[in-house]
């Protein structure tokens, strides 16, 4: 059984930053790699950004430049450091890990007013 737990969601003002964790945790195979995703009220979940095991990182377009993954091997730990956040960033933010199948945590939600 593996676990994602997430943290660092909250309520910021357009232009403000936040850091968002994940730490896994349990009986987990191989981690190929983790992930943020965010899903909005009423619309799909959209890929965020990646990190593999290997250090490569991936992210969607928009938001580019501002978002910044990254990873603590040592403590199974996933990071998203979000800069000149926009209101259009409100979602739930899901952290995925990859191994044997996906693994999904239960979501944190961030805020962001005008």
């Known amino acids: 059984q593996v676990q994602l737990v997430e943290s660092g969601g909250g309520l910021v003002q357009a232009g403000g930053s936040l850091r968002l964790s994940c730490a896994a945790s349990?009986?987990?195979?191989?981690?190929?790699?983790m992930g943020w995703y965010r899903q909005a009220p009423g619309k799909q979940r959209d890929l965020v950004a990646t990190?593999?095991?290997?250090?490569?990182?991936n992210y969607a377009d928009f938001v580019k430049g501002r978002f910044t993954i990254s990873r603590d091997g040592a403590k199974a730990t996933v990071y998203l450091q979000m800069s000149s956040l926009e209101p259009e960033d409100t979602a739930v933010y899901y952290c995925?890990?990859?191994?044997?199948?996906?693994?999904w945590g239960k979501g944190t939600l961030v805020t962001v007013s005008s």
């Open positions: 995925n890990l990859k191994s044997d199948r996906d693994y």
């Open positions: 349990g009986s987990i195979f191989k981690t190929n790699a």
């Open positions: 990190i593999t095991r290997g250090g490569t990182t």
